[in-house]
C-alpha cells in the first residue's frame, strides 16, 4: 500500500520534460563505478519527487525507499546487491546535496552551479514551439529565515531577523531563477547579473523577442536601469517617494484630495512626466504618479519606466502592467509553502543553494504537469498544494506478479476524472516523443 498512487503522473511529466535527467546532467560524479548503487539520474528524480509529493525531510526518505510506487516511478522495485533498499536512504541523498566544489572523501558528486542556473531558462524556452512577441520577466526577493548558524547569516532590518534574500526571476508561472542571497547585501544591485544571464541565454534563442523587466521599487537602481537600457530591455519598476516627487504632483494632489472630500469616496489621479535624481540616476527618465486619497489619508505612489508616453496612458500603466506583478507573490508562497524551498537548514550557503534548486525543480515539475495535463479541468489554475492534495496523494495498493504490476485505486476517489484524463493526456504525449 502507498499513500502518493499520483506519483505516475509525475513519472510521466518527468520523463516528457527530461527534468531529471537534465537536471542530472548537471552534476559530475566521481564516485567508484564499481560502488555504486544509485545513479545520480535516479538520487535527482527521487529527491525532486520526494518535495512534490510533501517531503521536505530526507529522513522522509528512509521510509520512502522501501514504497513501491516511488520504486516503480524511478524504475527500481528492487536493489542490485543484498540487503539493498530500491532506492536510496537520507544519508545517501544527504552526500549529494551537501557537495563541494571539489571531490572528497565523503561527497564524491559535484554540482556544476552554473549549468543548473541555466537549466531553468533552457527549460523554459524548450516549453515554447514558437518565440512570443514580448515577455515579461518579473524579479522580487523575499525572506528565508534563518534558525541556526549557517554560513551567510545576517539580520535584515526589513523583515526583523536572521535571514537569506533569495532573489526569484518568473516569466509567468515560469521560474527562470531562483539564486540564493545574503541579507546584507541589496538585491536591486545584485539582480543586475542574473538579469543580464537570462537575458542573454533568451535572446541567443529569441533574438527579436522584446522583454519587459518589471519589480518594486527595491530594483530601482541606476544601474539596473541604464543596463536595460544600453541593451534595449524595457523596466517598469516601482520607485520610493521622497519630498520632491511629492512636490512635484502637488497639485494633482490637491485636486484629487477635493474630490474626495466632494464625494467621500477614494479617488485617485495619475500623472507622467520627465525626471531625475539629485545624484543617483545618470539620465532622465520616464516616472508615473498616482495620487489617491482615501479616508482623509494619502496613498501616492511612483513607477519609473522605459516605456513611452504613446506606449500606454499613465493609468492603464500602473493599474493594469504594473500592479500585475502582484502575481508573482503567489508564485513565491508556492515555492515557500508549498515545495519547501525555505528549507536551507545546512551549514554552507552552497549546499542550501543546491536545496533552493530542488525545490525549484519541483516546482518546474507540477506547473509542467499542470499545463500538459489539467487545462480545461477543475485544477487548471490550482496551486501546487492542492493539485498534489487532490490529484496526487491517492492510496494505492501495489500487486506485483511475474507478467505485470496493477496498481489498484479507490473508488470513491473524488478526482478520478481529472486524473484519468491527465494520465490519458500524457500518454499520448510520452508515444508522440
Not at 563505478?33 to 518535495?51: A, C, N, S
Not at 520504486?71 to 544527504?94: D, I
Not at 521622497?242 to 474630490?259: P, Q
Not at 500602473?318 to 508556492?334: H, P, S, T, V
Request: charged residues 25%; glycine residues 6%; contains cysteine.
Amino acid at each position: 500500500m502507498s499513500s502518493d498512487g499520483g506519483v505516475i503522473l509525475v513519472k510521466q511529466a518527468d520523463d516528457i520534460l527530461g527534468l531529471s535527467r537534465r537536471f542530472a546532467a548537471c552534476f559530475r560524479d566521481k564516485r567508484h563505478p564499481g560502488f555504486v548503487e544509485y545513479r545520480v539520474e535516479d538520487l535527482v528524480r527521487q529527491r525532486i519527487m520526494g518535495l512534490a509529493l510533501g517531503y521536505e525531510d530526507l529522513n522522509d526518505h528512509d521510509a520512502l525507499r522501501h514504497d513501491l510506487i516511488f520504486g516503480l516511478a524511478s524504475g527500481r522495485l528492487s536493489g542490485g546487491r543484498a540487503n539493498c533498499a530500491a532506492l536510496a536512504g537520507k544519508s545517501t541523498l544527504n552526500r549529494l546535496e551537501r557537495s563541494g566544489q571539489q571531490a572528497d572523501r565523503y561527497c564524491r558528486i559535484i554540482a556544476d552551479h552554473e549549468a543548473l542556473a541555466t537549466l531553468f531558462v533552457t527549460l523554459f524556452l524548450d516549453q515554447h514551439e514558437h518565440a512570443p512577441a514580448r515577455i515579461v520577466l518579473d524579479v522580487d526577493a523575499t525572506d528565508d529565515r534563518i534558525h541556526g548558524h549557517q554560513e551567510g547569516r545576517a539580520f535584515h532590518g526589513y523583515y526583523g531577523h536572521n535571514c537569506y534574500l533569495p532573489l526569484y526571476v518568473f516569466c509567468g508561472d515560469h521560474l527562470l531563477s531562483a539564486t540564493l542571497r545574503t541579507a546584507d547585501r541589496d538585491p536591486g544591485k545584485e539582480a543586475l547579473a542574473d538579469i543580464r544571464r537570462i537575458v542573454e541565454q533568451i535572446r541567443s534563442r529569441w533574438p527579436r523577442v522584446r522583454i519587459l523587466v518589471r519589480g518594486d521599487s527595491g530594483f530601482a537602481r541606476d544601474s539596473l536601469m541604464t543596463w536595460c537600457e544600453d541593451n534595449h530591455v524595457d523596466f517598469l519598476f516601482g520607485l520610493a517617494g521622497n519630498t520632491r516627487l511629492y512636490d512635484r504632483i502637488a497639485s494633482l494632489s490637491a485636486e484629487v484630495r477635493d474630490e474626495a472630500a466632494t464625494t467621500g469616496r477614494a479617488a485617485r489621479g495619475f500623472a507622467s512626466f520627465d525626471w531625475i535624481t539629485k545624484d543617483s540616476w545618470t539620465r532622465r527618465r520616464r516616472v508615473v504618479a498616482k495620487a489617491e486619497w482615501r479616508h482623509g489619508n494619502r496613498y501616492h505612489r511612483f513607477i519609473v519606466t522605459t516605456l513611452p508616453q504613446g506606449m500606454s496612458d499613465p493609468r492603464h500603466l500602473y493599474e493594469q502592467i504594473y500592479c500585475a506583478r502582484g502575481d508573482m507573490e503567489n508564485r513565491i508562497k508556492e515555492c515557500q509553502m508549498d515545495l519547501f524551498s525555505d528549507r536551507t537548514s545546512s551549514h554552507t550557503i552552497r549546499a542550501n543553494q543546491l536545496r533552493l534548486w530542488f525545490s525549484a525543480a519541483a516546482y518546474v515539475l507540477l506547473t509542467a504537469l499542470q499545463r500538459l495535463a489539467l487545462g480545461q479541468t477543475s485544477l487548471e489554475t490550482a496551486t501546487c498544494g492542492t493539485i498534489r492534495a487532490r490529484l496526487l496523494k491517492i492510496a494505492t495498493r501495489v500487486t506485483l506478479s511475474v507478467r505485470r504490476i496493477v496498481l489498484s485505486m479507490p473508488d470513491m476517489f473524488p478526482c478520478q476524472h481529472e486524473f484519468a484524463l491527465a494520465h490519458a493526456r500524457l500518454r499520448r504525449l510520452r508515444q508522440a516523443i
